[in-house]
């Protein structure tokens, strides 16, 4: 059973930038893919990032240029760096893994301001 624990959300002001860490623990297999997604009031649960083991990144449309995914392999840490936020991002951010199975976090509130 894998145990992920987002962190970094917070209230920032249209501009800002803020960053999400997300750290797994518990494996027992190698975590392949870790990602974010994150689903605004009312609308569904989008992807936003996703980074493999082998450092490979893609991102949704909406966030490309402004956040930037990362991973720390050794640790079992996966980084969303998000710049240039706007109130279109804001929501509840949950972070993602596979490791023999797709595992998520409980969330961590990101709300930008206007």
């Known amino acids: 059973q894998v145990q992920l624990v987002e962190s970094g959300g917070g209230l920032v002001q249209a501009g800002g930038s803020l960053r999400l860490s997300c750290a797994a623990s518990?494996?027992?297999?190698?975590?392949?893919?870790m990602g974010w997604y994150r689903q605004a009031p009312g609308k569904q649960r989008e992807w936003v990032a996703t980074i493999a083991r082998s450092g490979y990144t893609n991102y949704a449309d909406s966030v490309k240029g402004r956040f930037t995914i990362s991973r720390d392999v050794a640790k079992n840490t996966v980084y969303l760096q998000m710049n240039s936020l706007t109130p279109e991002d804001t929501g509840t951010y949950y972070c993602n893994a596979y490791s023999a199975g797709a595992y998520w976090g409980q969330g961590t509130q990101v709300t930008v301001s206007s």
């Open positions: 518990g494996s027992r297999f190698s975590i392949d893919t």
